[in-house]
């Protein structure tokens, strides 16, 4: 039996997940309202890493936030304590970016929802870059 919806059957959509993945926005950018936050524990590279982690109005599953997440949308809503996101909305999408020998991994990031581009941290410094969802 096909899922309704994943009829192409993208093998990040195959095992359920509390967690949003790039695949859940099939291809779409989606606002989303925070209903709630809550920091919790995963388990990273580096050992166990603190991580926030938001929850939405408009969906169950939850969406873990990065380093770059974190401080693309605080700088878009000008507040850094995340305690007073809630109620806010948070524009987010399928983004690639370069992983090891692979240069197109999917990922989440926050887009901007004026200028539509999402924000970039790497050695060379931090920067707002355009949004990468070019390969099928």
Request: charged fraction near 30%; proline fraction near 4%.
């Amino acid at each position: 039996m096909i899922p309704e919806n994943n009829k192409e059957l993208h093998i990040d959509l195959i095992e359920e997940s509390e967690y949003l993945k790039a695949a859940d926005f099939h291809d779409k950018v989606v606002t989303l309202t925070i209903k709630s936050m809550e920091v919790q524990v995963f388990e990273g590279r580096k050992g166990d890493e603190n991580k926030l982690v938001l929850a939405f109005g408009e969906t169950d599953k939850k969406l873990v936030m990065c380093k770059t997440n974190n401080c693309a949308f605080a700088i878009i809503i000008s507040k850094k304590k995340a305690a007073d996101w809630k109620g806010e909305k948070i524009t987010v999408g399928p983004h690639l970016i370069p992983v090891g020998d692979n240069p197109n991994t999917e990922c989440i990031r926050v887009i901007h929802p004026k200028s539509k581009m999402v924000y970039h941290i790497s050695r060379a410094g931090r920067k707002w870059t355009q949004r990468r969802w070019d390969v099928k």
